[in-house]
């Protein structure tokens, strides 16, 4: 995998720590699994964009297993794969996914999903200013997008976590059952 030994050490303590494995020093092989999440179906809506808006994600063709723990509760949960930069400074990359909350509203400086002229969906932050609304991407090099009236712009939903684009994140995409 290309890591060092001493990060690998420092990953295993750090899960150590936090109780989900055990480690039985002086003996080969000695990693013991003990505690398992819950792990629940939420469905993959497709990709959104952070940087121009895109068009809207289709119908779900796959799901993603996450832990029951990363949704809150009594909330209808999807996710989206993030393509672009605009969001860098908030820890979201592009080929991370995000976990959407559904919901119509949000609160000045939330991570909102937002649909634009009912076509075009982007991941931005949201600001209600005077008379317009700012979608403020997270990424100094970017201009803000700013919507004239609400009824141009539709929150589809406000972000709730991000996996990251790792090969230790956990998290299983599968295709949708039919």
């Known amino acids: 995998f290309q890591i060092a030994i001493g990060t ?21 092989r000695g990693i013991e699994i003990i505690k398992s999440e819950i792990m629940v179906n939420i469905p993959l809506l497709g990709t959104i964009a952070a ?3 895109i068009a809207l994600f ?11 723990s990363k949704i809150p509760s009594s909330s209808e949960v999807y996710a989206l794969r993030v393509a672009g930069n605009s969001m860098v400074d ?3 990359n592009d080929g991370d996914t995000i976990l959407v909350k559904q919901q119509n509203t949000a609160e000045n400086g939330q991570k909102i999903v937002a649909l634009i002229g009912n076509n075009e969906a982007t991941l931005k932050k949201f600001y209600k200013e005077r008379g317009r609304i700012r979608l403020q991407p997270a990424n100094k090099s970017l201009e803000p ?18 996996l990251k684009n790792n090969p230790f994140t956990r998290g299983l995409i599968m295709p949708l059952k039919k």
């Open 8 to 28: 690998i050490h420092e990953h295993l303590c750090n899960l150590e720590n936090r109780g989900y494995i055990r480690i039985n020093k002086n003996q080969r």
């Open 51 to 53: 940087g121009q808006p």
């Open 58 to 68: 289709d119908m779900p063709t796959e799901t993603i297993a996450i832990p029951k």
């Open 90 to 92: 908030e820890n979201i």
């Open 145 to 162: 997008i700013f919507v004239n009236s609400s009824a141009d712009l539709t929150i589809q939903g406000i972000v709730v976590d991000v």
